[in-house]
């Protein structure tokens, strides 16, 4: 029986993922615990593989690409393969489809290329629900936080930082700490204008302090960045700690992430103008905490203005956060 690949294969092959963007990092593919010729791998940016030795090419046309799955022939240094791949977020339809092909060619000892062409048809219908696009304000909002996240609370915590990240769990804060919450708005304004949907979002909770953080972007056609960017750049940072990068990879789908998104279109180009960090106090514009709407009013959505509000420089937040989390080092 093919033992993989298993999750704990795939968190071994992210851990030591390559740096340079055409190379692989690879394991044998096992059959009751001893190596075949197949291997699984993932690449740089954690796209899954399995590679596939073979002696010739398709006898016809290859077996088409499927929503999320690519079939390649490809030449290596090794010789021949059938290059089966996959974006990390299709990792659980993957995995066993991967055995079920593994087992084909090993212990079935069917043709590649018949095994291959025979076991997509049978997984089409796991592969074509298509993913809905991720909703524009969505992307920014996001961008934002991979922001704050990668510049300001990774350098001071380290990997751990990934753990306060509660934006993707619908939380009343972007960051949650024992001590210290923060809160990111990002808007394509020309002014630190932020609108609050929750009146229980700038409340700061008893015994703790809470951080605003204000990320200015200009949406430009020739922008240098986009959610893609900031995640390569999060996942770099992240590389050495396997536990915190499943963690971020698995928070970032349950936002709606997909590596489909980098060649669809649908993403977003930016130039960072700017980011602010003030302290939630009295003098800070929201409603206050005994704010009670009137009675059959079940929402409120207002703006802030933050022009000429004094802000906390880099060095005064990255002390607060580092201040809030004793014991925590990156």
């Known amino acids: 029986m093919v033992d993989g690949p298993t999750p ?18 690879t394991l044998a593919v096992t059959v009751d615990g001893r190596e075949t010729p197949l291997s699984i791998g993932m690449d740089q940016t954690g796209n899954l593989y399995l590679l596939i030795p073979i002696r010739r090419g398709p006898a016809g046309a290859p077996p088409p690409d499927l929503n999320g799955l690519r079939v390649r022939h490809r030449l290596l240094e090794t010789g021949e393969v059938i290059e089966l791949s996959a974006p990390p977020s299709h990792e659980s339809v993957f995995s066993p489809f991967c055995r079920e092909v593994a087992d084909a060619i090993v212990v079935e000892c069917r043709e590649p290329w018949a095994a291959v062409a025979a076991t997509v048809r049978n997984w089409q219908s796991a592969w074509r629900p298509l993913r809905p696009a991720m909703d524009k304000t969505v992307q920014v909002g996001l961008f934002g936080e991979l922001l704050v996240l990668r510049s300001l609370m990774i350098p001071v915590l380290g990997p751990a930082a990934v753990d306060q990240w509660s934006g993707p769990d619908s939380e009343r804060h972007d960051f949650v700490g024992r001590r210290l919450h923060l809160e990111v708005k990002t808007t394509r304004k020309g002014r630190p204008e932020h609108e609050i949907s929750r009146l229980d979002q700038l409340r700061v909770p008893e015994g703790r302090q809470l951080l605003f953080v204000s990320v200015q972007l200009e949406q430009s056609a020739g922008g240098g960045e986009t959610l893609a960017t900031q995640l390569d750049s999060t996942v770099g940072v992240l590389r050495a700690d396997a536990a915190a990068l499943d963690t971020f990879m698995m ?12 060649n669809s279109g649908e993403l977003l180009r930016f130039f960072v103008r700017g980011a602010s960090v003030y302290a939630v106090d009295n003098d800070f514009p ?14 409120v959505k207002y703006t802030i203005d933050l022009a000429n509000l004094p802000e906390l420089d880099f060095d005064e937040a990255t002390a607060l956060v580092r201040d809030a989390n004793p014991g925590y080092t990156s």
Request: cysteine-free.
């Open 251 to 262: 928070k970032m789908v349950d936002m709606g992430w997909s590596e489909e998104m980098r």
């Open 8 to 25: 704990q294969q795939w968190a071994e092959l992210r851990a030591k993922r390559p740096v340079s963007e055409d190379a692989l990092a």
């Open 286 to 299: 929201r409603l206050p905490d005994d704010f009670a709407p009137p009675s059959g009013v079940v929402s």
